[in-house]
């Protein structure tokens, strides 16, 4: 504990009266804030010796302090249109979708939606064109399955985007692929104006959910340049009440000049080329690559949309010139094709320098044999989202019945890559998954498999801390709150506060007060913790008072 008052000069706040998770004291009640760094940590006794009149002054009234979320892996612009627009998750039914659609018609010249699962409807199968094109009186639809690697199309939309001619045309209504792109493109034209104000309503709700930071995965096939470049623009402009952004952008590349032509063209900005660079599909959509194909369709395995020839020059190029890259990887054959291409780079570039990039991989939610030694042989980082297994896993969920039970217990084997060593940090995958980040600690905490739990403090370091990491932070510091550091974090008000683990036992020990471990939000009361403040380097970008 540092008893030392903070140094006068910048706008000083004493948070007091609660409690502060950190590691410089894990009975902290107490915080100072000066300027954009943390000046002071300490008890409510000291906090009384040092408080005065050129302070503000903010009760805790009993809420936790504790440094903010970083969501590894979103897609802001896509996030920001699911808020605006037709939110099918909800949706009982094919029926009930239909209803939706003919309702959104009545207002609207184009109907968006976003969030349906035909595995949870009693009809098991998704809307066809036509069904859209009744419903919506002609008008063009354009609804987002919920793992947005698929969407459902009304027939006008289909004739418009050109899409019946493409690469991922079933011809009933489903697009995947190239023709998703096509008509996601065609569907989600907007103005720079109205693209603007869906990213800040999408960066506002995050700030509201105690994020500060977001791993943008924006991607050719997703969203065109212009939006990245708008998105890095509008978190400028608009830094004192928004969250940071930390960019990806998933295009391959196969020299050294198409690199540095693309890193140029973002001004420097990038984290990295990595993110959503596919190299399989989604689960939901069936186009995951998987060994020994599709339990409910045995004739499907899913999509390969890179070689290994064209990854391993990839992490080549990117690995010599020190850049971090990356792929999405679901499928356990997906991943496999991921790791030759380490393996191919490797050979041309030297392990070493493979390893000093520090790349990451999006999901890895199967995992061939071998796959965690090789994971950790290449310093790789496991960008995993935990919600994945609270909405589809299971005996009954949706990954048992594409994959059985069996394959599906071992899915988003987070316990097993943290207890191997494998850096994990985590996400939403947004729009895919809520952004919340304490039912995302609870998932880690509450896995499907058993096996696969970890405590909330692991996941809860995975979802701070370690996002910043992962982003290759120049910050050290970022993530934590100690004398010093960032005042980058968020105020909870929560039920009660305990140390969580999978084993009882442990819990039993650790909740008394002389174990000096700091304190989280129970998970198990019924109520998530609900953000009041969100704070980054000093400027508050959310205050549910105001």
Not at 44 to 49: G, I, L, P, R
Not at 79 to 89: E, F, H, I, N, Q
Not at 189 to 199: D, G, I, P, S, Y
Not at 389 to 410: H, K, V
Request: contains cysteine; aromatic residues 6%.
């Amino acid at each position: 504990m540092n008893d030392a008052g903070p140094q006068r000069g910048n706008r000083v706040t004493l948070y007091r009266n609660g409690s502060v998770y950190s590691p410089a004291d894990p009975y902290a009640t107490a915080m100072v804030v000066e300027g954009d760094t943390v000046a002071w940590i300490g008890s409510e006794q000291a906090a009384d010796s040092i408080a005065d009149a050129s302070m503000e002054i903010f009760d805790l009234d009993g809420r936790l302090v504790a440094p903010g979320f970083v969501d590894s892996h979103t897609h802001t612009t896509d996030k920001g249109l699911a808020l605006r627009t037709l939110d099918l998750s909800g949706a009982a039914s094919l029926a009930e979708l239909l209803e939706e659609v003919a309702g959104a018609a009545k207002t609207n010249d184009v109907v968006l939606g976003h969030g349906w699962d035909e595995t949870r409807w009693p009809e098991n199968r998704a809307p066809t064109a036509a069904e859209l094109e009744r419903a919506a009186g002609g008008k063009d639809v354009f609804l987002n399955r919920i793992d947005v690697h698929s969407a459902a199309v009304s027939a006008s939309l289909a004739v418009r985007a050109e899409v019946t001619e493409l690469e991922g045309w079933d011809g009933a209504g489903i697009v995947r692929t190239q023709a998703h792109a096509a008509a996601r493109r065609t569907a989600q034209t907007m103005t720079t104006a109205v693209r603007r104000e869906v990213q800040r309503a999408a960066l506002s709700h995050a700030a509201s959910r105690g994020y500060v930071a977001l791993a943008e995965m924006a991607a050719p096939q997703i969203v065109p340049a212009e939006d990245l470049l708008g998105l890095l623009q509008l978190a400028e402009d608009e830094r004192e009440s928004l969250p940071k952004i930390l960019p990806y952008w998933g295009q391959l590349v196969s020299s050294a000049e198409e690199l540095r032509a693309l890193l140029d063209g973002f001004g420097g900005r990038l984290r990295g080329l990595a993110g959503d660079l596919n190299i399989d599909g989604s689960i939901g959509s069936r186009t995951a690559c998987v060994h020994g194909g599709y339990s409910d369709r045995p004739s499907e395995s899913g999509e390969l949309f890179l070689s290994v020839e064209q990854a391993t020059e990839h992490v080549a190029h990117c690995s010599a010139v020190g850049v971090q890259g990356g792929f999405h990887v679901i499928g356990d054959a997906g991943l496999e094709r991921a790791l030759l291409a380490f393996a191919g780079a490797a050979e041309r570039v030297g392990l070493e320098t493979v390893r000093r990039a520090r790349h990451r991989l999006e999901h890895v939610e199967m995992l061939p044999p071998g796959a965690v030694e090789q994971l950790l042989h290449f310093g790789i980082t496991a960008s995993m989202q935990p919600l994945f297994d609270a909405y589809w896993g299971g005996q009954s969920g949706m990954y048992a019945e594409r994959l059985g039970s069996e394959r599906a217990l071992a899915m988003n084997a987070v316990g097993t890559l943290q207890t191997a060593g494998v850096p994990v940090c985590l996400g939403s995958d947004a729009p895919v998954t809520e952004q919340s980040p304490w039912a995302a600690v609870k998932a880690c905490l509450e896995h499907n498999n058993p096996a696969e739990r970890i405590s909330a403090r692991a996941a809860f370091l995975a979802h701070t801390r370690a996002g910043w990491r992962a982003a290759n932070e120049r910050n050290p510091m970022q993530g934590q709150l100690a004398p010093g550091t960032p005042a980058t974090f968020a105020v909870w008000d929560v039920d009660e506060l305990s140390v969580q683990t999978p084993d009882s036992r442990v819990s039993a020990w650790s909740t008394d007060a002389r174990a000096g471990t700091p304190l989280l939000p129970s998970l198990d009361t019924g109520r998530l913790p609900e953000c009041l403040r969100t704070v980054v380097e000093g400027r508050t970008i959310f205050d549910a008072q105001a």
